[in-house]
């Protein structure tokens, strides 16, 4: 029984040697293609920028069209994404800033969108991640933009009133609350760190099995991992799983967030505009003028236009007392005949319109 045991196993095993050694081949051959794509650009003068998200995204859709399983589109995305990062990594590794230090979200964000393969830049606030690469630091940053229970991060929505910086991709990440401390059990911990986004998410856990323990904000949950490492066995943090290895933290409790479906959406910034990938979103900024019906007004030619609002919220100008803006996002490319159309009217409607830039929808 043993040995056709062990004979079946070994059959099977070298059935995947072969296969390992075919991928290797096939992988290789694609890596040699992608810099011929880099050497017919730099022959034609538009060498420009390496990453197109545009393509990026058709790429992944036309594979997850074409996948007949057993692997989950998911884990598809996931390979292939790292593929594309290796290979575009031959001609130069794409430099990404992100809201630091290790561990946090928006590192894992970073890295499920551009791969290991691009060089990471940890920065210390929001404000950094947009100067990295205002000041040609890095190529790209990636910034949270809105959470699906917490609503938006403001920082990131100001900051975006005031840059030049194009948003150029989107990347969605379930977010998974963790309590890490190096306490022996749950009841010795007497204080949580943690961002103030992720506090309000385990607003109601905290109530019912910490409710003595002091609440601390720090400017990342990475950070609050940190401090909690390097205090004693009292100190817990809220963190994901990347933050608990990276700082050696046991998990005294797994996904606390009070929301099952808890997401964070995160904008991908650059000095350029993404082309039309098929399935595009455009996101702006616009006001109105102070009159009656005047939000009306504004949102009258995107519908006449037959677009779709995927998104509308306010947010004070800072200019004035009462004054707001209104951050949009619409269906479709700006070069879309219909967008288009809608820019056009709202150009002439709006005291203010800016286009934060057209881009791919997340590809899951």
Same mark, same amino acid.
């Not at 949270?144 to 005031?162: F, H, I, W, Y």
């Not at 309590?179 to 019912?208: D, G, I, T």
């Given at each position: 029984m043993d040995n056709t045991l062990q004979q079946e196993l070994a059959n099977v095993r070298e059935e995947i040697d072969a296969l390992d050694a075919r991928l290797l081949d096939i992988l290789n051959q694609r890596a040699c293609c992608a810099q011929?794509? &880099?050497?017919?650009?730099?022959?034609?003068?538009?060498?420009?920028?390496?990453? /197109?998200?545009?393509?990026?995204?058709?790429?992944?859709? /036309?594979?997850?069209?074409?996948?007949?399983?057993?692997?989950?589109?998911?884990?598809?995305?996931?390979?292939?994404?790292?593929?594309?990062?290796?290979?575009?990594?031959?001609?130069?590794?794409?430099?990404?800033?992100?809201?630091?230090?290790? %561990?946090?979200? $928006?590192?894992?964000?970073?890295?499920?969108?551009? %791969?290991?393969?691009?060089?990471?830049? $940890?920065?210390?606030?929001?404000?950094?991640?947009?100067?990295?690469?205002?000041?040609?630091?890095?190529? @790209?940053?990636?910034?949270?933009?809105?959470?699906? *229970?917490? &609503?938006?991060? &403001?920082? *990131?929505?100001?900051?975006?009133?005031? *840059? $030049?910086?194009?948003? +150029?991709?989107?990347?969605?990440?379930?977010?998974?609350?963790?309590?890490?401390?190096?306490?022996?059990?749950? /009841?010795?911990?007497?204080?949580? @760190?943690?961002?103030?986004?992720?506090?309000?998410? +385990?607003?109601?856990?905290?109530?019912?099995?910490?409710?003595?323990?002091?609440?601390?904000?720090?400017?990342?949950?990475?950070?609050?991992?940190?401090?909690?490492?390097?205090?004693?066995?009292?100190?817990?943090?809220?963190? %994901?799983?990347?933050? &608990?290895?990276? @700082?050696a933290l046991a998990t005294l409790a797994a996904s606390i967030e009070d929301e099952p479906n808890n997401t964070t959406r995160f904008a991908v910034l650059g000095r350029h505009d993404a082309g039309i990938s098929g399935r595009d979103k455009t996101s702006l900024i616009l006001s109105s003028r102070n009159r009656p019906g005047a939000l009306f007004e504004l949102l009258k030619p995107v519908a006449a236009a037959g677009v779709s609002m995927c998104r509308l919220e306010s947010r004070p100008a800072r200019q004035g007392l009462w004054e707001y803006v209104y951050y949009m996002d619409v269906e479709g490319h700006r070069l879309d005949a219909g967008v288009a159309a809608a820019l056009k009217s709202l150009q002439e409607e709006a005291a203010y319109l800016k286009v934060l830039g057209s881009y791919p929808v997340a590809v899951y």
């Open positions: 011929k794509v &880099g050497a017919i650009k730099a022959r034609h003068g538009a060498a420009g920028h390496s990453y /197109r998200p545009e393509r990026e995204a058709q790429v992944l859709r /036309r594979l997850q069209a074409l996948n007949a399983g057993p692997l989950p589109d998911e884990s598809v995305t996931l390979l292939f994404r790292e593929v594309m990062s290796a290979c575009l990594s031959l001609e130069k590794p794409l430099s990404v800033a992100f809201l630091g230090p290790a %561990g946090t979200f $928006s590192e894992a964000a970073a890295v499920k969108h551009f %791969g290991h393969a691009a060089c990471l830049l $940890s920065c210390a606030s929001i404000d950094d991640v947009f100067r990295e690469v205002e000041s040609g630091h890095a190529e @790209y940053a990636v910034a949270p933009l809105e959470n699906s *229970t917490e &609503g938006a991060v &403001g920082r *990131t929505l100001d900051l975006l009133l005031q *840059t $030049s910086l194009h948003i +150029c991709g989107e990347v969605v990440v379930r977010i998974h609350q963790n309590l890490l401390s190096r306490a022996p059990e749950l /009841r010795a911990v007497k204080k949580v @760190y943690a961002h103030a986004q992720s506090l309000a998410q +385990c607003h109601e856990w905290l109530n019912r099995n910490l409710p003595e323990a002091e609440r601390v904000r720090v400017a990342s949950n990475a950070l609050a991992a940190q401090q909690a490492a390097e205090e004693d066995e009292t100190v817990a943090a809220i963190a %994901g799983v990347a933050a &608990g290895e990276r @700082y």
